[in-house]
């Protein structure tokens, strides 16, 4: 048995359920962000929200991209 392994996953399912959470908690990260950007209106709190949001946005395509490449060689074993 190998240690810090679950039984019956597999690295794929472990990978796509780890980039899944990491999607999620991003959702919720930006939606705070966004939330935090509507109650500013101090100019360099605006912009520090727009900074945060954009990074955030950008881990997020990262992530959907991942989730979407591990899901497309999953469908190539097929």
Do not use: W
Request: net charge positive.
């Amino acid at each position: 048995m190998t240690v810090g392994r679950r039984r019956g996953k597999n690295p794929r399912q472990e990978e796509r359920q780890f980039l899944m959470e990491g999607v999620a908690q991003t959702r919720v990260l930006l939606n705070q962000a966004y939330a935090q950007f509507n109650l500013h209106s101090d100019p360099d709190l605006v912009e520090s929200c727009v900074y945060e949001i954009n990074a955030l946005r950008s881990r997020y395509s990262y992530l959907v991209r991942q989730v979407k490449r591990l899901d497309a060689s999953d469908e190539g074993l097929s």
